[in-house]
């Protein structure tokens, strides 16, 4: 039942949101990946797998509307919508600029809003959507440093219920995924000793592969998952439960 249905990522073309771009087209999704500001980065995506990309700024509300109205021209109505744009600011509240926390919360919140108001009534109309929120273990657990990135994940824990309740009777589906920390070029950045300590604090003893991500995408757009709304998956290795 996938084949033929549209899905918009959100920061679809590097790392988590690359894999979920990529995995849900092999699911025989029309995909159509975002990203904001890396033009090579995102031509190179799309000559490597043939995958639609759109540059706009899921902080900026016209900016989106203007960019689904697009691809509902291009592909055809987004019935699966994965927000997964977000970005770091990271610093200590009491170094903290304004802009910084506004940046982090845009960016990494409002957009959500931005985007799933931009679909939700076609969903609502066809009686059909499936809405995936990428937060983050830091949501869950707090980080030093990051509470500007920890209130926007965390945010979207409550919107996706809020959501979720809204469209359970149109067969609008709205869930949460909770990454630890993951295999990308961020973390590979980490000096190696961190990195170090930070593996032999998760229990499997690995980092999370962007698969491990994409792959519970894949299975919550499908239509089989209709009976799972509302719900958080926590993909950390066990870093933490609760």
């Known amino acids: 039942m996938s084949e033929g249905r549209v899905a918009l990522v959100t920061g679809g073309t590097r790392g988590i949101g690359a894999q979920i771009s ?3 087209k092999d699911a025989g999704y029309r995909v159509a990946a975002n990203y904001g500001g890396n033009d090579a980065a995102a031509e190179k995506f799309k000559a490597e797998t043939g995958i639609s990309v759109y540059k706009f700024d899921v902080s900026d509300h ?3 509307k203007a960019a689904i ?16 744009a977000g970005i770091t600011r990271d610093s200590t509240l009491h170094r903290m600029t304004f802009d910084q926390w506004n940046a982090v919360i845009q960016t990494n919140l409002s957009s959500a ?3 799933t108001r931009c679909v939700i009534e076609g969903m609502r109309e066809r009686n ?3 809405i995936i929120n990428i937060t983050s273990m830091n949501g ?4 030093i440093g990051q ?3 920890a209130a926007a994940k965390s945010g979207m824990k409550g919107f996706t219920k809020s959501v979720a309740l809204e469209g359970a009777s149109k067969n609008i589906t709205v869930n949460n995924i909770a990454p630890g920390y993951t295999d990308t070029e961020m973390v590979r950045a980490v000096p190696a000793n961190v990195l170090e300590k930070i593996v032999a604090g998760i229990p499997v003893k690995r980092l999370g592969s962007v698969h491990d991500i994409a792959r519970a995408v894949t299975f919550l757009a499908a239509d089989e998952a209709g009976f799972i709304t509302g719900s958080t998956l926590s993909i950390n290795g066990g870093q933490h439960m609760y």
Do not use: K, M
């Open 22 to 24: 990529i995995e849900l």
């Open 62 to 64: 016209e900016a989106v």
């Open 69 to 84: 109205d697009q691809i509902t021209a291009d592909l055809g109505p987004i019935e699966i919508l994965v927000n997964n």
């Open 113 to 115: 809003f931005n985007t």
């Open 128 to 130: 059909f959507g499936r």
């Open 140 to 143: 869950q657990c707090g980080q």
């Open 147 to 149: 509470a500007n990135y």
